[in-house]
Nanobody
Framework: VQLQASGGGLVQAGGSLKLSCAAS????????MGWFRQAPGKDREFVAA????????YYADSVKGRFAISRDGAKNTVYLQMNTLKSEDTAVYYC?????????????????WGQGTLVTVSS
């Protein structure tokens, strides 16, 4: 099983980026999928998650109203549209999938992880 994250890069404050995470090796259509991020010198933190069938979405307060998570079941892919980016959004972004029992906001809940993609927001 592999999760391949892509779409990171350098963007100016106020700009937008869209991250993608393509899964292979198994389908995650019945699993929650999520995004976490880790800024330099900080712990990894929850960003967003989406339920099976895209019925529900969940966001950290710091990104609510600016970021949008979505998924394409046919492509086994989850996306993170990031708008109105701020310098504090600079981090390595990780996708995750396959929730065990527990909170979807807790990284320990997820079985599978992508390799991370770097987002740098310049002010």
């Amino acid at each position: 099983v592999q999760l391949q994250a892509s779409g990171g890069g350098l963007v100016q404050a106020g700009g937008s980026l869209k991250l993608s995470c393509a899964a292979s090796g198994r389908t995650f259509s019945n699993d929650y999928m999520g995004w976490f991020r880790q800024a330099p010198g900080k712990d990894r933190e929850f960003v967003a998650a989406i339920s099976p069938g895209s019925i529900s979405t969940y966001y950290a307060d710091s990104v609510k109203g600016r970021f949008a998570i979505s998924r394409d079941g046919a492509k086994n892919t989850v996306y993170l549209q990031m708008n109105t980016l701020k310098s504090e959004d600079t981090a390595v972004y990780y996708c995750a999938a396959g929730v065990r029992s527990g909170s979807i906001r807790n990284e320990k809940t997820y079985n599978y992880w992508g390799q991370g993609t770097l987002v740098t927001v310049s002010s």
